[in-house]
Nanobody, 114 residues
């Protein structure tokens, strides 16, 4: 399974971005798709998770501002990020769990300027 993330960039405080992550390869059964982020020197943290059953889980810091969704037909997961804050600045990684195995995308940098 290969994951290609895109959509990162530079945005001002209060702005919006939409991240996309397309999965390709031998995809049999996706259990969950999600987004994580990492700041240099800190651990990678979960931002938003979407299970195959449609359940979502968000980090408290992004609730009400970020929305995760997926396009089942294209095996693509999205992260709509609104009301961005400087503290959202990080490298964002998509993750797909398929048959119990986790796969990571290459990361896309999001920078929010104050």
């Amino acid at each position: 399974v290969q994951l290609q993330a895109s959509g990162g960039g530079l945005v001002q405080d209060g702005g919006s971005l939409r991240l996309s992550c397309a999965a390709s390869g031998r995809i049999f059964s996706i259990n969950a798709m999600g987004w994580y982020r990492q700041v240099a020197g800190k651990q990678r943290e979960s931002v938003a998770i979407l299970t195959v059953g449609g359940s979502t889980k968000y980090a408290d810091s992004v609730k009400g501002r970020f929305t995760i969704s997926r396009d089942n037909g294209n095996h693509t997961v999205y992260l709509q990020m609104n009301s961005l804050k400087p503290e959202d600045t990080a490298v964002y990684y998509c993750n797909v769990v398929s048959l119990g195995v986790g796969y990571w995308g290459q990361g896309t940098l999001v920078t929010v300027s104050s």
